[in-house]
């Protein structure tokens, strides 16, 4: 009984409590800020109301889906797939006439790629909003997306490479987005003996130029390497800009079983390329030009198309014959990231079999050189001593460090591979701080700004390799798992989980303001110079040329014009010309064709778009928009007729009164 | 005894629940103000000037030419997709408008089609009787707009 009466009044306490708070957050709920009993709640820092907008950007590698994903942060709400390497039927990427030249490269049409590393570009150091570059791992290439359409503007192929993995990783005012390849190969290519590996590959670092104001890249110069493999870079940046450090592996120089014989020795180097030195080289001449055989590919938001370009010759300059161009940092060991800190001294490398976070120091390897304090040389590129450049080491922070990231407060966040965990320290100091489990495996980690001078240090996501159990299982394949932390505490904070596409290997960070205002709303139809755009219903029409028939076509809320097409033959190829003519925010159209062997079109208000269509048998084909567009969507549909090879069937086209024979 | 002292808690705890959520005005379905009728047959429309960024309009008594001439152009190229100058496409026809329409009204419909087919009694009208097809915002400048007006005049 006393036990009862005991419970009872703790239920009534209890009670009583919940029902003063309840009426305490009374007309409290609109308010936003999380206050009280509310506080400490990771729910309520990773909330964003409906209608609400997020803090940040994150644009998160697809790995082996090839594109990019922006998602919001913090509320890890997924807000666009940005289709780049890989073709993306949603929206006719690599389908349509249009965006079909931008996967075009030396071996012909690729639909798919592994994209590791974006880079959002940077002014002074900082993030400025304006284009997001990424690596093309397997047939090695470079993007660049805009950021007011979030589409791809260019891909450029990086010839005598092996794999494009030590990219873009740019410099600090975007002036050269760099390509270290993965694997060395024989430069230029040629049938030799996979044994003669270290006499006859070779390694090339490509700097690859942006135009300041149009971002159109172009590969300035390639430096020869021995044949090492690059892993990582990260360029300087204040003091140490004008240099840009790789990381690389196999200074054993074998060509199998990598795993073992890749991982004899102690130290691996990190290769430091003075690349405003280069400048200089390459103004004195010293550059030597080498065939080659790559494609340079450019979309224009004025034409609504892209075009490719061969591209036959890159300048290289080989190391041995430019003193001061590069030099090697003995690094322990395997080093994979490598993360210049945001002051511009540390040069932070993880080896991956190290139990040691080591630190190289930028001015003690200025002084090295200077004093000449050199360990022999490899194909002519010196080592700087291991204890002259040392610039610190955190001792025994964990298991498998790989990537390094900053918070703008003198604080270091390295991920761990195989402890599972996200560690803090000191940059200087070099003692641990923090540390927090990941779920599980992380592999990279982001802090928004976090490889700039200026990092906007309020979360780290952990970029996570592994997924088990953390959601509900979808058969063997899982979704890639990302964790948000709060770090603008002194301890960090788990707050989110959230799966993401593909394998996201790097991601990039940036506040919202700096993209959001100068997003792009629709294309002006007045601006429109694709070759075939229709711009008012007036100009639809539609015109064979032999079997080759060019359908000059409009959308506007809710119909095409023309709707009804008669005339189309067996074995024609017909081409959609499909102009939207609205010009109004977020109405776009699809269009699709029964029987097409490609995709939809998705086109935005003003641009023009195209679809091939090959029929192949007789009848009368439908179609319609793909897009929900007004209340009468449904309506929005058509025929089109296919008469047999050879028929005499006049051309003729028409919305609502059918236009006679002519 | 203890059961009694849980209904009354539920109680509270509901009547402090409800107490909450009757401050949100969305929720309240009973004693807020009416709202206004809008019945598209109680608006004159010669005096409605519409809803957006036009209050109103100065018209010459003859047709400016010139202006006409401009606003021409841009409607062929932005409007003609649903609306023929002299029949009833998918929208209506703009022929005899400032007979039926003030000019704000028509400026505020090309500028503000969104919140016009919302709100105003006439355009909530036209668009159930243009089998709900909304009216696309091309956005045309304020300029262009007028531009347009003129050139109705002239149909």
Known sequence: MKNQSNQLSKLLLGSLAALVLLLSSCGKANQGSASGALSGNAASKVYVAPGQYDE?????????????????????????????FSVDPEKGYGFNEETKPLLNTSHGFIPWDDAHHPALSQTNGETDGRWIFINGNNTPRLARIDLTTFETAEILEIPNSGGNHSSPYLTQNTEYVVAGTRFSVPIPQKDVAISSYAENFKGALSFVKV???????????????????????????????GWTFFTSYNSEMKNSLLEVNASQNDKDFVAAVNWKKAEEYLKAGKAKDFPANYMHNVYSDETHMATSTAMKSVKVLIPSECPGLVYLLPTPKSPHGVDVDPTGEYIVCSGKLSADITAHSFPKMLKAIEDKAFDGEVGGVPILKFESVLGGTVKEPGLGPLHTEFDGKGNAYTSFFISSEIVKWK??????????????????????????????????????????DRYLPTGPELTQSAQLYSIDGDKMELLLDFPTIGEPHYAQGISASKIKPKSKQFFKLSENKHPYVTPTEKDAKVVREGNVVRVYMTTIRSHFMPDNIEGIRVGDKVYFHVTNLEQDFDVPHGFAVMGANNAELLIMPGQTETLLWE???????????????????????GYIRVSPAGSATALRWWLGDEKPVQ | ?????????????????????SDTPETTATDGPKPKSMLAEEADPLTNKGIGPVTSVEMSAAVDQAMADKGKVVYEKMCMACHKPTEKFIGPAPKGILDRRSPEWVMNMILNPEQM????????????????????????????ARQVLEYFRTL
């Open chain 1, 56 to 84: 940040f950007y994150a644009f998160m590698s697809g790995g082996f889906s090839g594109q990019i994903a922006a998602y919001g942060l913090p509320s890890g709400r997924l807000l666009k797939v940005i289709p780049v």
């Open chain 1, 211 to 241: 135009e300041p104001n149009t971002g159109r890249m172009n590969i300035e110069f390639q430096v020869l390497m021995p044949a090492l493999n690059f892993d990582l870079a990260s360029s300087g940046k204040g003091p140490s800009h």
């Open chain 1, 427 to 468: 940059v200087g100091t070099w003692e641990v701080i923090d540390r927090q489990p990941t779920y599980y495996s992380i592999g990279h980690l982001m802090v928004p700004g976090g490889n700039s001078m200026k990092p906007e240090g309020k979360y780290v996501v952990a970029l996570n390799k592994i997924t088990k």
């Open chain 1, 615 to 637: 029929p192949k048998s007789v009848g009368v084909i439908p179609m319609y928009c793909t897009d929900f567009c007004s209340a009468l969507h449904q309506e929005m549909q």
């Open chain 2, 1 to 21: 005894m203890k059961n009694s002292v849980l209904k009354l808690l539920a109680l509270l705890l509901l009547f402090a629940w409800a107490g909450c959520s």
């Open chain 2, 117 to 144: 087919v919302k709100e105003d009694p006439i355009a909530k009208k036209l668009l159930m009787e243009f089998n709900g097809s909304p009216m696309a915002n091309q956005n045309l400048t304020q300029d262009e």
